[in-house]
């Protein structure tokens, strides 16, 4: 009798392994409510509302009079940026912000662009919409949806849009024309934060599918590093049947098989399909791990009791520049901690990164912005062993905190057609090279065009 069972469940097991081996299960699409208090019974307004950035005197003589306030620690000899933010340089940083940088200047900047709010589940969401200006006769431009991550926002793309939107005139062919959207995640800059606990990256995905529906787009490409990586891979998850084509800069591939395989990579590297450049990338993986160790203290604070380093950081705009700016460095390139300015002007200019401060400073989203960390990470998630049925690229830039090889993102998302290895760069990609970003972009939207 027993014997029987056994056999009957083992065969039950095959068949349904058979079954459901080829079955691209999605994620269920659902809805939600994260504005304060109850839903309304009444219809959503889903009307579209012209945005402008603004400052005032207040803001920036409050700004100025923290500024001045500031209190610092000398930092240990020798230390560079080996013990965090090096406070030497930090002054240099609040000098020119107090001294130099014109705040009103870089909000005409912010506004070059058209930006836009609209109310999706309950929350205003903010996004710039760039349409191209010279267009060719006969041809339509193809929408993409392009999400920043953590400690991001919309204003690293504003260098790669034009490549995208306008490329005849940046010296790039205009066989493919892009109109893209810039949205803010939700509790990050201008988008308004959740009241609600549980907003993760799964609702983000389903607030901007929303979105471009909303803006007339049922068939849309989706590009994102960062959290925007696991918003893009949500929403292929959620609708693979509107999404054109994924470009990724960033995997977040956590249950697999081949990362359990890095520890024998090392010697049996070709037989899990690692290549010359992975090795390179990936090894010795004592020093990956340390690395890895080194720059994740914030997200256990953040993924655990983000709130509590939030009151700090949204009092202090010159604690809020040294808690991001230390990612610019060395989330940029991790040897940067071995110089005494981190690095920060070797890729960025300070107008760039303090524009970049102001969007947390000035809107008061620090708090809010880490909290996704805290109902992302932490628990379960079913769309972690969910595989991709959407035509993929991937962009592997050579300092990004983490390398993952072709086998390993292939195995995510089985319809990669195309993975590159980039040939400098590292987190915040688009902000930092954006040419080379705007390149892969193209070149992968090329392969699926031609499928």
């Given at each position: 009798?027993?014997?029987?069972?056994?056999?009957?469940?083992?065969l039950?097991?095959?068949?349904?392994?058979f079954v459901?081996?080829g079955?691209?299960e999605?994620?269920?699409?659902?809805?939600g409510?994260?504005?304060?208090?109850?839903?309304?019974?009444?219809?959503?307004?889903?009307s579209?509302?012209?945005?402008?950035?603004?400052t005032?005197?207040?803001?920036i003589?409050d700004?100025?009079?923290r500024?001045?306030?500031?209190?610092?620690?000398?930092?240990?000899?020798?230390?560079?940026?080996h013990?965090?933010?090096?406070s030497?340089y930090?002054?240099?940083?609040i000098?020119?912000?107090?001294?130099?940088?014109d705040?009103?200047?870089?909000?005409?900047i912010?506004?070059?662009?058209?930006?836009?709010?609209?109310?999706?589940?309950?929350?205003?969401?903010?996004?710039?919409?760039v349409?191209?200006?010279?267009?060719p006769?006969?041809?339509?431009?193809?929408?993409?949806l392009?999400?920043h991550?953590?400690?991001?926002?919309?204003?690293?793309?504003?260098?790669?849009?034009?490549?995208?939107?306008?490329?005849?005139?940046?010296?790039?062919?205009?066989?493919?024309?892009?109109e893209?959207?810039?949205?803010s995640?939700?509790?990050y800059?201008?988008?308004?934060?959740?009241?609600?606990?549980?907003?993760?990256?799964?609702a983000?995905?389903r607030?901007?599918y929303?979105?471009?529906?909303?803006?007339g787009?049922?068939?849309?490409?989706?590009?994102?590093?960062?959290?925007?990586a696991?918003?893009?891979?949500?929403m292929a998850?959620?609708?693979?049947?509107h999404i054109?084509?994924?470009?990724l800069?960033?995997?977040?591939?956590?249950?697999n098989?081949?990362?359990?395989?890095?520890?024998?990579?090392r010697?049996?590297?070709g037989?899990?399909?690692?290549t010359?450049r992975?090795?390179?990338?990936?090894?010795?993986s004592?020093?990956i791990?340390?690395?890895?160790?080194?720059e994740?203290?914030?997200?256990?604070?953040?993924?655990?009791k983000p709130?509590?380093?939030?009151?700090?950081?949204?009092?202090?705009?010159?604690?809020?520049?040294?808690?991001?700016?230390e990612?610019?460095?060395?989330?940029?390139?991790?040897?940067?901690?071995d110089?005494?300015?981190?690095?920060?002007?070797?890729?960025?200019s300070?107008?760039?990164?303090?524009?970049?401060i102001m969007l947390?400073?000035?809107?008061?989203?620090?708090?809010?912005s880490?909290?996704?960390y805290?109902?992302?990470?932490?628990?379960?998630?079913?769309?972690?062993t969910l595989k991709?049925?959407v035509?993929?690229?991937?962009?592997?830039f050579?300092?990004?905190?983490?390398?993952?090889?072709?086998?390993?993102?292939k195995?995510k998302y089985?319809?990669?057609?195309?993975y590159?290895?980039?040939?400098?760069?590292?987190?915040f990609?688009?902000?930092?090279?954006?040419?080379?970003l705007?390149?892969d972009?193209?070149?992968?939207?090329?392969?699926?065009?031609?499928q």
């Amino acid at each position: 009798m027993w014997l029987e069972i056994l056999l009957a469940s083992v065969l039950g097991f095959v068949i349904y392994w058979f079954v459901s081996k080829g079955k691209e299960e999605t994620l269920p699409l659902e809805d939600g409510w994260w504005g304060p208090g109850v839903r309304p019974t009444a219809e959503e307004d889903k009307s579209i509302r012209p945005f402008k950035v603004e400052t005032s005197d207040e803001e920036i003589n409050d700004l100025h009079q923290r500024i001045d306030r500031v209190r610092l620690t000398s930092p240990l000899e020798d230390s560079r940026f080996h013990y965090g933010f090096n406070s030497n340089y930090l002054k240099k940083i609040i000098s020119y912000w107090r001294n130099e940088f014109d705040w009103r200047k870089q909000v005409e900047i912010l506004n070059k662009y058209p930006h836009f709010k609209t109310k999706i589940e309950g929350l205003d969401i903010h996004f710039i919409h760039v349409k191209p200006t010279n267009l060719p006769a006969g041809q339509t431009p193809k929408p993409l949806l392009m999400v920043h991550g953590w400690p991001g926002s919309f204003y690293e793309f504003y260098k790669i849009i034009p490549l995208l939107t306008d490329p005849k005139n940046h010296g790039l062919s205009d066989e493919h024309v892009f109109e893209v959207i810039c949205p803010s995640i939700p509790g990050y800059g201008f988008s308004e934060a959740s009241s609600k606990k549980g907003f993760n990256s799964v609702a983000t995905a389903r607030i901007f599918y929303k979105l471009m529906l909303r803006l007339g787009f049922q068939k849309f490409y989706i590009q994102g590093g960062d959290w925007g990586a696991l918003i893009c891979t949500n929403m292929a998850q959620l609708v693979p049947s509107h999404i054109k084509g994924l470009h990724l800069n960033m995997a977040l591939i956590l249950r697999n098989f081949y990362t359990m395989t890095l520890l024998l990579g090392r010697r049996f590297g070709g037989l899990f399909g690692y290549t010359e450049r992975d090795m390179e990338l990936i090894y010795p993986s004592k020093k990956i791990f340390f690395s890895l160790l080194r720059e994740s203290g914030y997200m256990h604070i953040q993924s655990t009791k983000p709130d509590t380093v939030g009151c700090a950081l949204n009092d202090s705009p010159v604690g809020l520049a040294a808690y991001i700016l230390e990612k610019f460095s060395t989330w940029t390139n991790s040897e940067f901690r071995d110089l005494e300015d981190g690095g920060l002007e070797r890729k960025f200019s300070l107008d760039d990164l303090l524009t970049g401060i102001m969007l947390y400073w000035t809107t008061g989203t620090i708090t809010s912005s880490q909290r996704f960390y805290k109902e992302n990470l932490g628990q379960v998630n079913k769309h972690e062993t969910l595989k991709v049925y959407v035509p993929t690229g991937f962009a592997a830039f050579p300092c990004e905190l983490m390398h993952f090889p072709e086998k390993w993102v292939k195995s995510k998302y089985p319809k990669l057609i195309s993975y590159s290895y980039m040939p400098r760069g590292g987190h915040f990609a688009a902000f930092e090279e954006p040419e080379l970003l705007a390149q892969d972009i193209r070149k992968f939207v090329g392969l699926q065009e031609q499928q």
